[in-house]
T-cell receptor
Framework: EAQVTQNPRYLITVTGKKLTVTCSQN?????MSWYRQDPGLGLRQIYY???????DKGDVPEGYKVSRKEKRNFPLILESPSPNQTSLYFC???????????FGPGTRLLVL | DQQVKQNSPSLSVQEGRISILNCDYT??????FLWYKKYPAEGPTFLISISSIKDKNEDGRFTVFLNKSAKHLSLHIVPSQPGDSAVYFCAASFVGYALNFGKGTSLLVTP
């Protein structure tokens, strides 16, 4: 089954404790991206990757890092999480940058 | 700068009636438009799309209309069903440009 998976689905952490949210897709898509969804703000892109070892900032990259060492995986790293990063995070993939994106199930993060 | 706008945060419709969700965009370069549907605790799922060479695309109960001169996009759901209750996101892009999402419209279909 074609899908995008994310782990963990739910995470509670404390300020400053590094965390990684994994994302994996099995559709051989070149383009992957991370979004956060906040009330009244919709979906905002954090980072994206056009292909392996090619990543770039989206609209709200501050406080996040990403890597793309393999085509299928695109982890999101919060080196020092802060409460304003409490949000719902989605990973997505598509064949090309402007193409139809397929989303993962989401990771709900609470930073205390 | 919000290039894709969904001006109605919420909409309530009776079961069996038509739901019309609207979306406006400002960038005339956009040539590919999509609608996504999102249930609570799930990721957005692709619903329907339309390219700028068309003005209408239909898929079952869902029809998307594109008015390029007005830079306006709408999604019609006929007939609406309670299972259609969800948040709907409009998105737009062009070649080499990331998808730009609206803030979403929450649709409630009441029995």
């Amino acid at each position: 089954e074609a899908q995008v998976t994310q782990n963990p689905r739910y995470l509670i952490t404390v300020t400053g404790k590094k965390l990684t949210v994994t994302c994996s897709q099995n559709m051989n898509h070149e383009y992957m991206s991370w979004y956060r969804q906040d009330p009244g703000l919709g979906l905002r892109q954090i980072y994206y990757s056009m292909n392996v070892e090619v990543t770039d900032k989206g609209d709200v990259p501050e406080g996040y890092k990403v890597s793309r060492k393999e085509k299928r995986n695109f982890p999101l790293i919060l080196e020092s999480p802060s409460p304003n990063q409490t949000s719902l995070y989605f990973c997505a993939s598509s064949q090309s940058q402007g193409g139809t994106q397929y989303f993962g199930p989401g990771t709900r993060l609470l930073v205390l | 700068d919000q290039q894709v706008k969904q001006n109605s945060p919420s909409l309530s419709v009776q079961e069996g009636r038509i739901s019309i969700l609207n979306c406006d965009y400002t960038n005339s370069m956009f040539d590919y438009f999509l609608w996504y549907k999102k249930y609570p605790a799930e990721g957005p799922t692709f619903l329907i799309s339309i390219s700028s060479i068309k003005d209408k695309n239909e898929d079952g109960r869902f029809t998307v209309f594109l008015n390029k001169s007005a830079k306006h996009l709408s999604l019609h759901i006929v007939p609406s069903q309670p299972g259609d209750s969800a948040v709907y996101f409009c998105a737009a892009s062009f070649v080499g440009y990331a998808l730009n999402f609206g803030k979403g419209t929450s649709l409630l279909v009441t029995p």
